[in-house]
């Protein structure tokens, strides 16, 4: 237990590296879901196909993989950025297409009725979407999304293997100092625990506020 | 698909269907510019760069990783998958004392970042006296974590099949284990089919970790090829090409599955979102 508590200012390092990682990639993800879904659900069909392609090609690709070649490969082609800033900007793409997937069974669960109707008030499809179609989707997948969030703490961790030191790589560094692994990986454990609770708490809470009676 | 959001296109549409195709393809073929031009300038398209991968040796190499790979994903699948249909029915069981910690275990592994178990399996369990062989270190904690995920896969399937069924096997005389045994999970396993499928898709991509355990699985040997042949970015690649073949066609498969499933009527199914991973 000592050495958990000896070393609190390392852990407490790792976790706030975690949670902003965890809240910058969330973000960066949303934004890329939001437009990868207006492409999928949309008109033009050569948007349409690279939407497709993007989600396709990310849900088949281990998260590892592309923050591997990223961080080692890109650097040849002269790319570079700081190691942290494009572990955020993988993870950001990576979960974008999960995000965009979850949305995309929100839109198509929406009657097509609503679809209509905005439209026969003339609304564009930017206006059909932004003020009818994503407000409604949004609600049906709140508890989806919150499960993208939790998976996506959880696949920060994985930084920690190309050099990131966020939680899981402080708790290494911690254990091979003190070698005493059971309590400083339990408490690790505790960690990304108590964040998936509180991303449970709020999207039950959310989906509550939010849920329509119909 | 979708045609939620748009009628017919009338000839406004048309035309503004045809500026967005072209402005999009223009678009993309500035970012294809853009990387053959990075590429070209780091001198990363040099043909001896490339050349290795056209030769047997290297895609020898490789294709042995991905069968280490596909061994890792085998094992640690077969395990969870079993560990999964306990976890199911502890958690569906009559039993508190058995329902509680089945939902506890599930609930628990959830939260835990595979890469975190990993790391506990590498350097904690030795400190214990427990040792194990490399291809253990990885397929241990990966039958861990999915575990979990296949007992919700399972514990779905199984309460999607109609109430009446257990009913009426029960009317039958049979005892629960035998209703269970014979009459809903049979049902259940159909349905589930291509949920498992899936899931695999995400074990298999899991299975990277290996890059962490140094099992030689398919990334491992594709860091020991870049850090031996020095061709980095092309070996990497080279690797999530052979990962994207791979996981797509299981993925088709289990679309596949998810039609003639359907097809068949009477499933009920719920759309899942798949959880990245």
Same mark, same amino acid.
């Given at each position: 237990?000592?050495?958990?508590?000896?070393?609190?200012?390392?852990?407490?390092?790792?976790?706030?590296?975690?949670?902003?990682?965890?809240?910058?990639?969330?973000?960066?993800?949303?934004?890329?879901?939001?437009?990868?879904?207006?492409?999928?659900?949309?008109?033009?069909?050569?948007?349409?196909?690279?939407?497709?392609?993007?989600?396709?090609?990310?849900?088949?690709?281990?998260?590892?993989?592309?923050?591997?070649?990223?961080?080692?490969?890109?650097?040849?082609?002269?790319?570079?950025?700081?190691?942290?800033?494009?572990?955020?900007?993988?993870?950001?793409?990576?979960?974008?297409?999960?995000?965009?997937?979850?949305?995309?069974?929100?839109?198509?669960?929406?009657?097509?009725?609503?679809?209509?109707?905005?439209?026969?008030?003339?609304?564009?499809?930017?206006?059909?979407?932004?003020?009818?179609?994503?407000?409604?989707?949004?609600?049906?997948?709140?508890?989806?999304?919150?499960?993208?969030?939790?998976?996506?703490?959880?696949?920060?961790?994985?930084?920690?293997?190309?050099?990131?030191?966020?939680?899981?790589?402080?708790?290494?560094?911690?254990?091979?100092?003190?070698?005493?692994?059971?309590?400083?990986?339990?408490?690790?454990?505790?960690?990304?625990?108590?964040?998936?609770?509180?991303?449970?708490?709020?999207?039950?809470?959310?989906?509550?506020?939010?849920?329509?009676?119909? | 698909?979708?045609?939620?959001?748009?009628?017919?296109?009338?000839? /406004? %549409?048309? $035309?503004?269907?045809?500026? @967005?195709? +072209?402005?999009? *393809?223009?678009?993309?073929? =500035? &970012? !294809?510019?853009?990387?053959?031009?990075?590429?070209?300038?780091?001198?990363?398209?040099?043909?001896?760069?490339?050349?290795?991968?056209?030769?047997?040796?290297?895609?020898?190499?490789?294709?042995?990783?991905?069968?280490?790979?596909?061994?890792?994903?085998?094992?640690?699948?077969?395990?969870?998958?079993?560990?999964?249909?306990?976890?199911?029915?502890?958690?569906?069981?009559?039993? /508190? %004392?058995? $329902?509680?910690?089945?939902? @506890?275990? +599930?609930?628990? *592994?959830?939260?835990?970042? =595979? &890469? !975190?178990?990993?790391?506990?399996?590498?350097?904690?369990?030795?400190?214990?006296?427990?040792?194990?062989?490399?291809?253990?270190?990885?397929?241990?904690?990966?039958?861990?974590?999915?575990?979990?995920?296949?007992?919700?896969?399972?514990?779905?399937?199984?309460?999607?099949?109609?109430?009446?069924?257990?009913?009426?096997?029960?009317?039958?005389?049979?005892?629960?284990?035998?209703?269970?045994?014979?009459?809903?999970?049979?049902? @259940?396993?159909?349905?589930?089919?291509?949920?498992?499928?899936?899931?695999?898709?995400?074990?298999?991509?899991?299975?990277?970790?290996?890059?962490?355990?140094?099992?030689?699985?398919?990334?491992?040997?594709?860091?020991?090829?870049?850090?031996?042949?020095?061709?980095?970015?092309?070996?990497?690649?080279?690797?999530?090409?052979?990962?994207?073949?791979?996981?797509?066609?299981?993925?088709?498969?289990?679309?596949?599955?998810?039609?003639?499933?359907?097809?068949?009527?009477?499933?009920?199914?719920?759309?899942?979102?798949?959880?990245?991973?």
């Amino acid at each position: 237990m000592s050495a958990l508590l000896d070393h609190l200012p390392e852990f407490w390092q790792g976790l706030v590296v975690t949670l902003q990682m965890t809240v910058a990639s969330f973000a960066g993800a949303a934004v890329v879901g939001l437009v990868i879904v207006a492409m999928r659900v949309g008109p033009v069909p050569v948007l349409r196909a690279v939407a497709t392609v993007y989600v396709e090609t990310l849900q088949n690709l281990p998260l590892l993989v592309l923050l591997v070649l990223a961080v080692f490969g890109l650097p040849e082609i002269g790319l570079k950025a700081g190691l942290t800033t494009t572990a955020v900007v993988v993870i950001a793409l990576y979960e974008g297409a999960y995000i965009a997937e979850a949305l995309r069974s929100g839109v198509n669960a929406i009657s097509s009725g609503q679809g209509e109707a905005a439209r026969a008030l003339g609304l564009t499809f930017g206006q059909s979407l932004r003020h009818v179609v994503l407000p409604q989707a949004l609600r049906t997948v709140v508890q989806p999304i919150g499960n993208i969030f939790i998976a996506l703490t959880m696949n920060t961790s994985l930084a920690a293997a190309v050099g990131v030191v966020e939680l899981t790589a402080a708790a290494n560094r911690v254990n091979l100092l003190e070698a005493q692994p059971i309590p400083i990986f339990v408490g690790a454990g505790l960690a990304y625990a108590a964040i998936a609770a509180c991303a449970g708490f709020v999207t039950g809470r959310l989906e509550r506020r939010l849920a329509v009676a119909r | 698909m979708s045609n939620l959001l748009f009628d017919e296109p009338g000839p /406004r %549409a048309r $035309r503004r269907i045809r500026l @967005a195709t +072209v402005a999009g *393809v223009l678009v993309l073929l =500035a &970012l !294809l510019a853009l990387a053959v031009r990075q590429f070209a300038a780091n001198g990363q398209l040099a043909a001896e760069r490339w050349q290795p991968y056209a030769t047997w040796p290297m895609w020898r190499y490789l294709l042995g990783g991905l069968w280490s790979t596909a061994l890792a994903a085998v094992v640690s699948a077969a395990l969870a998958m079993a560990a999964g249909i306990a976890l199911a029915l502890g958690r569906l069981s009559r039993r /508190r %004392a058995v $329902r509680l910690p089945s939902a @506890a275990y +599930v609930e628990a *592994v959830r939260t835990i970042p =595979a &890469l !975190l178990l990993v790391y506990l399996v590498l350097f904690a369990l030795p400190r214990y006296g427990l040792d194990l062989p490399l291809f253990w270190k990885l397929v241990a904690p990966l039958a861990v974590s999915n575990a979990a995920l296949f007992a919700e896969v399972f514990r779905a399937g199984i309460m999607s099949v109609e109430r009446g069924q257990g009913e009426a096997a029960l009317a039958l005389g049979l005892t629960h284990g035998q209703s269970m045994r014979l009459v809903v999970l049979p049902q @259940a396993a159909r349905r589930v089919l291509p949920s498992i499928v899936s899931q695999s898709v995400g074990l298999l991509k899991d299975t990277s970790l290996g890059f962490v355990v140094s099992y030689a699985e398919l990334l491992y040997s594709g860091k020991v090829l870049a850090n031996y042949n020095g061709l980095l970015i092309q070996t990497y690649i080279v690797v999530a090409l052979v990962y994207l073949v791979v996981n797509a066609s299981l993925s088709a498969l289990a679309r596949s599955l998810d039609r003639s499933v359907a097809g068949r009527g009477g499933a009920r199914r719920r759309k899942i979102t798949r959880v990245p991973r």
